[in-house]
């Protein structure tokens, strides 16, 4: 059986990440897809460029942006001040929804205020009633909770009253106020960065000193004996001293077993939602003023519809079309097509398509997209990972923490474990 220092399941953002920043070269990564990038994978077709929806960069940490820009020669990154809208009621109003009321019709803006005013700001035991007490029940009722919920394809009150973390835009009443006269929708992502060649650049960049034979393609880990430290694949077993684990942790749980038994625990508290995406190339120009656009509005399909030729100034529309689905969710060739008659005709509804042609279009599922944060899951979710870490298997990611974060902070995580597990 061949033996691995360092065993590394899936070569997304995070796999690669940990193999670039170890000390040693006694690693494999085993990727069940044909090619590196998991969620950040680029489509390049009929001359559009195309992530796996709407990926854009907001780094935190200026030497890991340096440190991945070095890394990709003379591809053109762009800083981009973000221009992201609501539609509402046929108009266009600016995010966050919260700082812009005063942008919305005379009475809306008048229920918003007035509820904002009086709200009942107290201790949240849930998502919904955080959105409730901290913004009142106008703002909530005529945003934030339709639109949430499209987007996780859920009830609200399921998820911890922090299950966005830094990544939702709190306002306090004077910062509302304020931007009345003043506009500073400053959040998480009031400037991004985006690669050219799309999102696919930045896992070139992770890639670039990772020799290709320590990359397995079409390798998929089945099983994990946890008592052996060793993991059975769709090609071969495996020994490993360390086992680094990118896929998402529900079914990491599934494939472990200790002592040759598989691991006790409760699916039910890994519930998350899929997003579904539909990626159009159009033969002429559309709307200019947005990057992206939110659509609270239950009858229509999409939670966001966002325009790449407004980053770079090209001149044929392309859009990413995102649709919350719950995990559930399957689809077929048929009912994709039927969809996409839904979506483009949405799109007609809103005016984002008037006369140009649909010359291109791409779909792809990402399953899971957000997962479902709650005071089960936080808590589980620490308890296992601890049980796994005393058998040398370390899941982390976006979906091996079972979280909500960005491509930087798995690379923050992927390096900190690396400086961890590679000490002498
Ligand atoms: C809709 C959406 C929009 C997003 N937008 C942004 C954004 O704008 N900016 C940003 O910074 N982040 C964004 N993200 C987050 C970003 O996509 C993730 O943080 C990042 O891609 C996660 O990388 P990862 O390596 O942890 O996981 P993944 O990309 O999921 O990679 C895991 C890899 O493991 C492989 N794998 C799984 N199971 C196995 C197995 N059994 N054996 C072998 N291999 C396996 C998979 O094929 C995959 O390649 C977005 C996410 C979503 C869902």
């Known amino acids: 059986m061949d033996h691995t220092e360092h065993l590394i399941v899936g070569g997304g953002i995070s796999g690669l990440a940990y193999a670039d920043w170890l000390n040693t070269s006694d690693y494999l990564i085993c990727e069940a897809d044909t090619d590196v990038g998991g969620y950040c994978k680029t489509v390049t077709q009929d001359g559009f460029v195309w992530d796996y929806s709407g990926h854009f960069f907001h780094f935190r940490h200026p030497e890991i942006e340096r440190y991945l820009i070095e890394r990709m020669g003379d591809q053109r990154v762009l800083k981009v001040a973000r221009q992201s809208r609501i539609y509402f009621g046929e108009t266009l109003i600016d995010f966050p929804f919260q700082k812009n009321i005063h942008q919305l019709p005379r009475e809306d803006f008048i229920d918003c205020l007035v509820d904002l005013y009086f709200k009942d700001d107290g201790p949240s035991s849930n998502f919904q009633n955080m959105l409730y007490a901290k913004f009142g029940k106008s703002i909530a009722d005529k945003f934030l909770i339709p639109y949430n919920q499209k987007l996780y394809a859920t009830e609200l009150d399921r998820l911890d009253a922090n299950a966005m973390g830094r990544f939702f835009p709190y306002a306090n009443i004077d910062e509302i106020i304020r931007n009345f006269r003043t506009p500073d929708n400053a959040s998480y992502n009031a400037t991004f960065t985006y690669p050219e060649g799309g999102a696919i ?40 001293t360390h086992l680094v684990s990118t896929m998402p942790f529900h079914r990491l749980l599934r494939m472990c077993s200790l002592d040759g038994r598989l691991l006790d625990h409760d699916p039910r508290i890994y519930s998350y939602n899929q997003v579904q995406i539909f990626n159009l190339g159009f033969d002429a120009k559309g709307w200019t003023n947005a990057h992206w656009i939110y659509f609270p509005q239950e009858e229509l399909p999409f ?122």
């Open 201 to 240: 650049q930045y896992v070139r960049a992770l890639q670039k000193e990772i020799p290709g034979s320590q990359i397995s393609l079409s390798e998929r880990v089945l099983s994990i004996d946890l008592t052996r430290r060793q993991a059975r694949t769709n090609k071969r077993s495996l020994s490993f």
């Open 303 to 424: 939670y966001r519809v966002g325009f790449y030729d407004n980053i770079f100034g090209t001149d044929r529309m392309s859009l990413y079309v995102e649709i919350g689905r719950p995990a559930d969710f399957s689809t077929d060739a048929q009912a994709t097509a039927s969809t996409l008659d839904s979506v483009l005709s949405a799109l007609r509804h809103c005016g984002i398509v008037t006369d140009q042609n649909m010359i291109s279009h791409h779909h792809v599922v990402l399953d899971p997209a957000y997962v479902h944060i709650t005071q089960a899951s936080l808590g589980d979710v620490a308890e296992k990972k601890a049980l796994l870490d005393a058998h040398g298997v370390h899941s982390i990611g976006r979906y091996g923490s079972w979280t909500y974060c960005s491509i930087e902070d798995n690379i923050v995580e992927a390096r900190a474990l690396a400086d961890e597990l590679g000490k002498p």
